[in-house]
Nanobody
């Protein structure tokens, strides 16, 4: 499975961006897809996740009400719609996926075995 992320860029505080992540290869085996982010000098952190079949979602508290994760299974694509962006959202955003079935979509990075390249989001104040 390969993951290709896109959509990052420079935006002013309060603005919006939509990230996309498309899976190729044996993508039909994927159970859950997620977004993580890593700011300079900080550890990678969970942002949002979605189960491909049920659509069950989970978000980190700092993005609830501002970010929305969605999927388009026919295109093997997951999106992250980001609104109300803040300078503290500046980071490299990584798409991740896992084929393991779980009661709820996991939020830990070690639960994901497929990773895309990062796409940089910069929010200016």
């Amino acid at each position: 499975v390969q993951l290709q992320a896109s959509g990052g860029g420079l935006v002013q505080a309060g603005g919006s961006l939509r990230l996309s992540c498309t899976a190729s290869g044996r993508s039909s085996r994927l159970y859950v897809m997620a977004w993580f982010r890593q700011a300079p000098g900080k550890d990678r952190e969970f942002v949002a996740t979605i189960a491909r079949v049920t659509g069950t979602t989970s978000y980190t508290d700092s993005v609830k009400g501002r970010f929305t994760i969605s999927r388009e299974n026919a295109k093997n694509t997951v999106y992250l719609q980001m609104t109300g962006l803040k300078p503290e959202d500046t980071a490299a955003y990584y798409c991740a996926a896992s084929g393991s079935v779980a009661p709820t979509p996991p939020i830990t990075s070690y639960s994901y075995n497929y990773w895309g390249q990062g796409t940089l989001v910069t929010v200016s104040s």
